[in-house]
């Protein structure tokens, strides 16, 4: 069982779509990365976040420290949105632990 | 400002041969990250640098694997000889000041050994 888990591990959505792609970890995290790669592409990242909440643009991160559980929202969902998705906690301040990605397919 | 640079973005090779890759972090970041990342899975730490200092290289290979970043800033990671298995992206990535700070990933460098 993978340290941080991520659901679903393959999405696909219409354009003009909500999205919501799910993380959970099981060890201890001081703060959680989004990212985000698309085919072929290096990674960027997306959002850091240690609690509450962060919005850019379409995009909404939320973090439940209690819960091990973080969500990356997608709103209006548009087909350049189309990219793997991986969520990545720091554990011990010095170890990025990575999850498996969500492959998210947007068609118009 | 410019990102992390990487060069070659590309590079096939026989096994057997050399191959060497490099990076420039983003001015002023302390932290260099060398990673690994296989098709369809999520990146694999190979070493850490806190300035010229290699702080975790547990995971990198070292008999063949070998990393260098002797002034602090741009570091190159090498392999010698390469082994089919070694096909992959390699990625490097920076950050101000350890996992405290965002990370910034560069372009990557895909290996092909043939």
């Known amino acids: 069982k993978n340290e941080v888990e991520q659901s679903p591990q393959n999405l696909t959505a219409q354009e003009g779509e909500f999205i919501t792609i799910n993380c959970s970890y099981s060890v201890g995290i001081s703060a959680l990365h989004w990212l985000q790669q698309h085919p072929g592409g290096g990674i960027v990242s997306l959002f850091m976040?240690?609690?509450g909440k962060k919005k850019h643009g379409r995009l909404i991160a939320t973090i439940n420290i209690q819960e091990k559980h973080s969500s990356l929202h997608i709103t209006a969902s548009h087909p350049r949105d189309s990219a793997v998705y991986i969520c990545?906690?720091?554990?011990?301040?010095?170890?990025?632990?990575f999850g498996t990605g969500t492959r998210l397919q947007v068609f118009p | 400002e410019a990102g992390v640079v990487q060069s070659p973005r590309y590079k096939i090779i026989e096994k057997k041969q050399p191959v060497a890759f490099w990076c420039n972090p983003i001015s002023g970041h302390n932290t260099l990250y060398w990673y690994l990342q296989n098709l369809g899975q999520g990146p694999e730490l190979l070493i850490r640098?806190?300035?010229?200092?290699?702080?975790?290289d547990s995971q990198l290979p070292k008999d063949r694997f070998s990393a260098e970043r002797l002034k602090g800033v741009d570091s190159t990671l090498k392999i010698q000889p390469a082994e089919l298995g070694d096909s992959a992206v390699y990625l490097c990535?920076?950050?101000?000041?350890?996992?405290?700070?965002?990370?910034?990933f560069g372009e990557g460098s895909r290996l092909t050994v043939l």
């Open positions: 990535a920076s950050s101000l000041d350890g996992l405290t700070g965002e990370l910034f």
């Open positions: 640098y806190e300035n010229e200092e290699a702080v975790d």
């Open positions: 990545a906690g720091n554990h011990n301040t010095d170890k990025l632990i």
């Open positions: 976040l240690s609690s």
